[in-house]
């Protein structure tokens, strides 16, 4: 029953991604109790397609990418391997040394990966973070990021002292994580449970200088703007993620339930209109990747779309709709997440408005 249409997805979405989210949709109702069921299927063709897809992918083609496979399962996504933040942000800093070392070990080992910036003390405020990288020595706390306790690799950002510029991201190899100085865990989770949002502590762990990315380039470039551009460059992959499984939401309603008519033409059209936007922000990013109002504004849409489709109906659906559909019932649900992915409304607006003042957005 909660299988998706294909006709229906390759109408909007094209071929190239039917079987992967056909996969990912009949893996979704299992994610709950067993987010790494991935593990035991590393060998499908869905997976190397999605790793190999992701790491060529400018912000356009990742976000048409999320948008199809979000659409077959955003949790089950969010599960499986592939280079996601840490590998754009290693496109960013990384040397090539660096980048062909995290290249070979995702696609070989097929593996997961994390990205840490979010702390319990500061937020995702990257300007003012805690942890800090001293004397070679790494120490502080993460939280709420997603798979950081089940990859083996990722990348966590640190400050150097307290100045605008001394911010740097470290390479978290296995071999650091497993060094003993790292403790960390997943966080009991209910909407999204496929990204497993957890908790990372690092006590004094010893970092060698080639696990410093952005070592080589001017301390101007490594620092804000480095984590910048990755942020602006992942954000429409958020966007689109919240795009597809509204979209889904839409699609399962007029094919299972056949209430609400009405609003779902006019959700369809509002999807659309947001879809515009974030592939214009993508287009834009991918050409001035320190331009952020447009993706801002796309991905404040999107994420305001996505909440407007799973509001709309879960107060018009009859609750018979509900029970009967526990797919339905469950991706309403995890709609709420990607409010807090990559940014919430406030900080978008606030980029938004930054962009207008530097007349970075056509009024
Ligand atoms: C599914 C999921 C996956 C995630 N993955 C990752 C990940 O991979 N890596 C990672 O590091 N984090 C990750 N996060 C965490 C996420 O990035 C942050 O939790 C999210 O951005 C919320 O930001 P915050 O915690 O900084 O909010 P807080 O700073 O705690 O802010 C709380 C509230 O205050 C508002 N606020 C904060 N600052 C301002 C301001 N200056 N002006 C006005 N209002 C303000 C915010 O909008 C928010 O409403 C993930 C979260 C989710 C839900």
New binding site residues.
């Given amino acids: 029953m909660f299988r998706l249409n294909p006709d229906r997805f390759a109408a909007r979405y094209g071929p190239e991604w039917l079987a992967a989210a056909t996969w990912y949709r009949e893996n979704s109702p299992a994610v709950p109790d067993d987010p790494d069921l991935v593990l035991r299927h590393l060998d499908h063709p869905a997976v190397a397609q999605k790793i190999e897809a992701e790491f060529a992918a400018d912000t356009r083609r990742r976000a048409a990418m999320f948008e199809a496979l979000s659409y077959g399962s955003a949790s089950f996504l969010?599960t499986t391997p592939g280079p996601?933040?840490s590998g754009v942000l290693l496109d960013a800093l990384g040397t090539p040394r660096q980048r062909a070392w995290f290249r070979e070990l995702v696609s070989t080992t097929r593996c997961r990966t994390?990205?840490?910036?979010?702390e319990p003390g500061?937020?995702?405020?990257a300007a003012h973070l805690d942890t800090t990288l001293r004397d070679g020595r790494l120490t502080g706390e993460?939280l709420?990021?997603?798979?950081?306790a089940v990859a083996p690799v990722g990348t966590v950002l640190a400050r150097t002292g307290d100045g605008p510029l001394d911010l740097v991201a470290v390479l978290m190899t296995p071999e650091l994580i497993e060094s003993g100085a790292v403790r960390r865990r997943v966080l009991p989770m209910f909407a999204?449970p496929g990204?497993q949002?957890s908790e990372l502590r690092v006590d004094g762990l010893r970092v060698p200088p080639e696990a410093v990315l952005g070592s080589h380039l001017k301390a101007t470039e490594r620092g804000m703007m480095g984590m910048l551009k990755t942020f602006h460059r992942f954000r429409p992959g958020v966007a689109a993620m919240a795009l597809g499984h509204a979209q889904a939401l839409v699609d399962y309603v007029r094919d299972h339930v056949g209430a609400a008519r009405p609003e779902l033409d006019r959700f369809d059209q509002m999807l659309e209109r947001s879809r515009e936007l974030n592939a214009a922000a993508a287009r834009e990013v991918d050409e001035e990747p320190l331009r952020g109002a447009l993706v801002s504004l796309a991905k404040q849409r999107a994420t305001a779309a996505a909440e407007e489709v799973a509001a709309v109906l879960a107060r018009e659906l009859p609750v018979a709709a509900l029970v009967d559909h526990p797919w339905l019932a469950r991706s309403l649900t995890d709609v709420v997440?990607y409010e807090?992915?990559?940014?919430?409304?406030?900080?978008q607006l606030?980029n938004v408005h930054a962009g207008y003042l530097r007349r970075e957005v056509p009024v």
Avoid at 144 to 148: D, H, I, T
């Fill in positions: 969010l996601s933040l994390f990205f840490a910036v979010t500061r937020g995702s405020d993460k709420l990021f997603g798979n950081g999204l990204a949002l997440a807090f992915m990559e940014g919430t409304t406030p900080i606030a």
